[in-house]
């Protein structure tokens, strides 16, 4: 699809704005100290091969697609420097961490972040620019990564009873290009990744017979929800977002929205040695029920009393796709309004140390997930099923769909509150929100 020479500068014009976001999120120093760092990463273009004789050039992490797994162990600080070798500022956000773990790369210049994770689990870096009609920045290019952080340091301290090993597995789309329909323009994509090869184009999936492995899994696309599978396999879900559910569930395939991540038990009765390896079809329009992990799945309404502390205030939200309204794209709102990152009004101030409820709607026909920058969200319910005990950072609201949860403010300062799928996010699905 064409998209007009002015409309498309204009559009991309908003990526320039987008990187450095500041004062959004806390910056980082830009001299860095003396300590050693705990892990460098360098922000550099390069040409990476999806399968044997398909290369793309995009912006990685150390040239690398996705970018290198990084480790961190709970309690103990990581020193983070941040060289940006483009000709362009970028921006890096930690997604997980409570801490304002955000920060404004210039070109040509390094930068040192510093924080320390304060739970186990499988955590997510990437790009946090608005890229808008640029399909080189953002998540668009290949600038995403994951972060395991563990228990302890020592050996065999980390490893979960009864299984025999870990594997961390990260979903990227790649190729990206615009295309027009007829409610407007959408990103569609040439090749879908797992971990950094076309399915079926790598190294075979391979498990023995009687082996239990658990599954980290972190969907790192830009802007597709993703159900994923392996033939003759289920999985016994025991964490998402790194928070372990109350109830382990086993489901025939897993469903994770972008910047998700779940944690599963795959076991299989005989040896897997399959050549074409997952099977990776796009989520559909329903949201995954989390109710089915909490600890009132089935109970009804009831299921609430006494497990959800009531709270102090509800917030009620509403998300709309106005269609084809920015040059050819659909704009985003919340509660009838767009973000503008030229000038960013709160939607909501808080006041620290009350627990709040938000009352999610969404209008559309598109899977929403949402995230709340430092704050993690409890399920209270999904489409009017209620549950407990259900702690995420992105919260997946589905086709028409009504979801409760709460938070309780415990981290000052302004946090974004956004779609994690970059186009929605890019064209108006995000807000500010501050403490008083």
């Not at 699809?1 to 450095?20: D, E, N, T, V």
């Not at 990084?70 to 997980?96: F, I, K």
């Not at 599963?264 to 796009?282: C, I």
């Not at 503008?340 to 009352?359: H, K």
Request: aromatic share 6%; glycine share 10%.
């Amino acid at each position: 699809m064409a998209l007009g020479r002015r409309a498309f500068l204009k559009l991309s014009g908003a990526a320039a704005i987008g990187p450095c976001l500041e004062p959004l999120v806390a910056a980082a120093p830009r001299v860095v100290p003396q300590a050693d760092p705990t892990h460098v990463l360098r922000i550099r273009k390069a040409r990476v091969e999806l399968a044997p004789g398909r290369l793309i050039t995009t912006l990685t992490y150390d040239g690398r697609l996705p970018g290198p797994l990084l480790r961190a162990t709970v309690g103990q600080q990581m020193r983070v420097d941040v060289y940006n070798e483009t000709d362009s500022a970028e921006r890096l956000y930690w997604h997980g961490m409570d801490t304002a773990t955000a920060a404004c790369v210039p070109a040509h210049s390094v930068r040192r972040m510093e924080f320390t994770p304060a739970r186990p689990g499988l955590y997510f870096y990437h790009s946090l620019a608005i890229a808008a009609a640029h399909l080189d920045a953002g998540l668009y290019s290949g600038q995403a990564g994951g972060l395991l952080v563990e228990r302890g340091s020592r050996p065999g301290e980390n490893k979960p009873a009864g299984c025999d090993r870990e594997w961390v597995v990260v979903l990227k789309d790649c190729e990206p290009f615009i295309r027009r329909t007829r409610r407007g323009c959408e990103i569609g994509y040439g090749s879908f990744t797992v971990n950094g090869r076309m399915p079926g184009q790598g190294a075979p999936v391979r498990l023995n017979s009687g082996e239990r492995v658990l599954l980290h899994v972190l969907n790192a696309s830009a802007t597709e929800p993703c159900s994923l599978a392996l033939p003759g396999c289920s999985f016994e879900v025991t964490a998402l977002d790194g928070n372990p559910v109350p109830s382990p569930a086993r489901v025939a395939r897993l469903q994770v929205s972008p910047a998700e991540r779940i944690s599963a038990f795959v076991q299989t009765q005989g040896d897997l040695h399959e050549p074409a390896g997952w099977s990776v079809r796009d989520a559909g329009a329903d949201g995954w029920d989390y109710t089915r992990f909490g600890s009132g799945f089935g109970a009804g309404a009831g299921a609430r009393a006494g497990r959800i502390c009531e709270p102090d205030a509800i917030l009620d939200i509403v998300l709309t796709r106005h269609d084809a309204a920015r040059s050819g794209f659909n704009s985003w709102s919340i509660n009838g309004a767009s973000f503008s990152a030229t000038d960013p009004q709160p939607l909501f101030r808080l006041q620290s140390g009350l627990r709040y409820r938000l009352r999610i709607h969404n209008t559309s026909d598109e899977i929403l997930p949402l995230h709340l920058q430092r704050h993690r969200l409890q399920i209270v319910s999904v489409a009017g099923t209620a549950s407990a005990g259900v702690l995420k950072d992105v919260v997946t609201v589905g086709s028409r769909q009504q979801v409760e949860v709460d938070f309780v403010a415990d981290h000052r300062g302004p946090a974004l509150l956004y779609c994690t799928r970059q186009l929605h996010r890019d064209f108006g699905l995000m807000a500010l929100v501050e403490y008083t």
